[in-house]
């Protein structure tokens, strides 16, 4: 199988990744985009976010990596954030998944 | 140091170094292939894909803005008479019409095995062309091999997918390859090649080359 309909195989396995990509804001796909055209570097989101679901799933299945989380301000009343990389696979997989999923282009 | 660049639009750049180069970040790098391509006569609504070609080149390491600066100030003809040409020459066309005109063949030049590539003639600053060869290859997850050939030698290969490069060989057949070759990476057979995405956020010119881009952008058609 190409990576192609590996890929296509997953989207259509786990009906989480269009819904939680349907449930991200452009931004937070904008920032896939960039991590892609970067050679390193990671993305940040809201911990409990729709993004940091997907990112999630994205992992579970080799695409991305964990890579820390920050808290900010006082315990209870703070913010967190989570830092994701992309994995080699995921540089091969997620463009294919955006370009079936993701409404619009870069 | 400001310049007046081809009417309002300003390029602000660095001073020259003390080894002699300008550095441009990327917004500059940008602000300077938009000013070329309205300068050479581009339909405006391609300045923008323009310059991304550039970026995307840049910040891999290739001299994406001298190529296009290349194509456009060694123009001998108009723009317009220039993308007539395109449909009648044998080579050296425009490459930014080139990679419009090849996207009808470009799932057969990604697809073909190795032994079976797909060889074309090689628009003038063939380099350009690659930001194109990863937008067609982005969606499909494919990775492909591209050869360079200068006098029907085979003088670098380029494996490019949708947003990475790997280059082997010397830089010059990105320039001046007459014949480009194109098949599948063949990933069963060949070790991965080291695909890099963008890593430059600014590079350094040569200032003589600043000012000639900057000369060019302000003497009349």
Not at chain 1, 7 to 15: F, R
Not at chain 1, 53 to 69: N, Y
Request: proline letters at 6%; glycine letters at 8%.
């Amino acid at each position: 199988m190409t990576i192609y309909d590996t890929t296509l195989s997953v989207i259509a396995a786990d009906e989480r990744i269009a819904r939680f990509i349907g449930a991200a804001s452009p931004g937070d796909l904008s920032i896939l985009y960039m991590l892609l055209d970067c050679e390193e570097g990671t993305g940040q989101t809201a911990a409990a976010s729709p993004n940091a679901d997907l990112w999630g799933c994205f992992t579970e299945h080799g695409w991305m990596t964990f890579a820390g989380r920050e808290e900010y301000g006082s315990a209870g009343a703070g913010f967190a954030s989570l830092r994701y990389g992309l994995t080699e696979n995921g540089r091969r997989a997620l463009p294919i998944v955006m370009a079936k999923l993701v409404s619009t282009g870069e | 140091m400001l310049q007046r660049i081809f009417g309002k639009k300003q390029v602000g750049v660095s001073p020259a170094q003390d080894d002699g180069t300008v550095v441009l970040k990327m917004d500059k790098v940008r602000d300077y292939a938009i000013a070329l391509a309205s300068r050479r006569g581009f339909p405006a609504d391609s300045h923008g894909m323009i310059a991304n070609r550039v970026v995307f080149l840049e910040r891999r390491g290739l001299p994406g803005l001298i190529a296009l600066y290349e194509e456009v100030a060694t123009a001998k003809h108009s723009f317009a008479d220039r993308a007539a040409q395109s449909r009648e020459l044998a080579g050296g066309h425009c490459p930014i019409i080139a990679g419009v005109e090849l996207n009808v063949v470009a799932n057969e030049l990604t697809t073909a095995e190795e032994v079976d590539t797909k060889w074309i003639v090689a628009p003038s600053n063939p380099m350009l062309l690659i930001p194109k060869i990863a937008e067609w290859v982005r969606p499909t997850g494919r990775l492909v091999l591209v050869s360079w050939a200068v006098d029907r030698q085979v003088s670098a290969q380029t494996a490019i997918d949708g947003f990475r490069i790997a280059h082997a060989g010397p830089l010059p057949p990105l320039r001046y390859a007459q014949h480009i070759g194109f098949c599948r990476y063949p990933e069963e057979t060949l070790p991965p090649p080291k695909l890099t995405s963008g890593f430059l956020e600014e590079v350094a010119y040569a200032k003589a080359v600043v000012e000639a881009m900057d000369l060019y952008m302000v003497t009349s058609r």
